[in-house]
């Protein structure tokens, strides 16, 4: 009779695993796949008219709070962005035309408009929490690849990808 009744709960137990692996595998597809088409959707707007999707590989995928994200892909991406910006500005002569005078303003307000975000930024980091918990970003790493009539290709993309399954630019998020 306790055998009976051991053996019972195991089959319980194993079946009811089973059920809450196959739920979270079926979530995990779900969210696999509503990505996928969120990227695939995105992309075919940008090809050229003779370019058409291959397939879409996605080789990771983060799920990012507010602080990740801005610690771990904005913050990056301006002190990059003032870096390219400032190997311009030091190369752009003082003593040259009125139009090189003109882009070296125009670069120098660039920088200071990007290390005002990165002050803005770094600000608010420091007084939030490391990690809420709350989801903010998907960020996803993918590789794309496109096929023309003669020939073929491959793109690494990042897609930061909001929990409504919006694709936001990188570039419009630091200008917001």
Excluded: W
């Excluded at 306790?2 to 695993?17: A, C, E, G, H």
């Excluded at 996605?58 to 913050?75: A, G, M, N, P, T």
């Amino acid at each position: 009779m306790f055998v009976n009744k051991r053996i019972s709960f195991v089959y319980i137990v194993l079946f009811t695993s089973s059920i809450l692996l196959l739920s979270c595998r079926n979530k995990e597809e779900r969210l696999h796949k509503k990505i996928h088409d969120t990227i695939e959707d995105y992309v075919a707007k940008d090809l050229a008219p003779n370019t058409r999707i291959d397939s879409i590989k996605i080789l990771r995928i983060d799920s990012l709070s507010e602080y990740q994200f801005i610690d771990y892909v904005l913050k990056p991406v301006i002190e990059n962005e003032i870096e390219e910006l400032s190997f311009q500005y030091n190369h752009l002569s003082e003593n040259g035309s009125m139009d090189e005078l003109i882009l070296k303003q125009q670069t120098e307000q660039q920088i200071n408009i990007l290390v005002d975000k990165l002050l803005y930024y770094d600000k608010k980091l420091s007084l939030s929490t490391k990690d809420s918990g709350t989801l903010s970003y998907y960020f996803v790493s993918t590789l794309i690849y496109t096929k023309t009539d003669t020939t073929s290709s491959q793109e690494y993309y990042g897609f930061p990808i909001t929990p409504d399954f919006q694709i936001r630019e990188i570039k419009e998020l630091i200008a917001e």
